[in-house]
């Protein structure tokens, strides 16, 4: 099959292409398999919380990838399928807003990751993950900050689970027309607040986040998860 048609590259980003050092330096110390991590909607107030996961082939190249940040949501797209195709393995792993809710956001992240990793199909020597905190664990993790654009797997991951998660958020716009997540992707803007103000939240609006105790609608209640312990507390 033919590589899917890579978008044009505006100029801002032509200098900041991400690179292989980090893959390198593992694959040359005898690890096979190198999994790039990155996760998307952590600050969303609906919807999943999505973690891509990605393997790279040590011999193909694949030129354009960026930070999804750095792209506009067309060019997201049009390198998608080039991504997949590309890949030696990829998955896409997600922890829904009810398991965010009741898990907590850290123990949705260890979640979404840990299924985008069931999902490569193949068995992961090393990770490479964007930021300074390890939610894979096991001694195998090499944590980067501002991985997703410097560390081309990470760069990789973060395309796939962008584009994955956006798409989901734009067929939750057909059954929640008012909260404009087709736009917005369920993270705050006027029109969202507005909505939530008005109609209370949707079903996959994160209940125990602290945007309910501004809503001023009697039948929205902040979910409360419960301690371990047996007392309560807010997430």
Not at 94 to 112: I, K
Not at 137 to 165: F, N, Q
Not at 173 to 184: G, T
Request: overall charge positive; proline content about 6%; charged content about 30%.
């Amino acid at each position: 099959m033919a590589p899917a048609t890579a978008p044009q590259l505006r100029k801002a980003l032509k200098r900041s292409a991400p690179g292989l050092a980090n893959e390198r330096r593992l694959w040359e110390a005898g690890h096979q398999v190198v999994v790039g991590i990155d996760e998307v909607g952590r600050g969303s107030w609906a919807g999943p919380l999505t973690i891509g996961a990605v393997v790279l082939p040590r011999e193909r190249r694949v030129n354009k990838i960026r930070d999804s940040k750095q792209l506009t949501e067309r060019e997201r797209e049009a390198l998608f399928d080039r991504i997949t195709e590309w890949c030696d393995a990829w998955a896409v792993g997600h922890a829904t807003e009810t398991e965010c809710d009741e898990l907590g956001m850290s123990e949705a992240q260890r979640l979404a990751a840990r299924r985008a990793v069931e999902g490569l199909g193949v068995r992961p020597d090393q990770y490479l993950i964007d930021g300074k905190w390890d939610f894979i664990g096991g001694g195998t993790t090499t944590m980067i900050v501002k991985g997703d654009a410097t560390c081309l797997s990470i760069s990789a991951a973060s395309i796939l689970a962008k584009v994955t998660r956006d798409r989901m958020m734009r067929l939750e716009d057909e059954n929640f027309p008012a909260y404009d997540f087709a736009w917005n992707k369920g993270y705050p803007c006027p029109r969202h607040k507005q909505a939530l103000r008005g109609l209370g939240p949707s079903a996959i609006h994160r209940r125990s986040w602290a945007f309910m105790d501004d809503i001023p609608w009697t039948g929205a209640v902040r979910y409360v998860r419960p301690d371990p312990q047996g007392t309560l507390f807010d997430v």
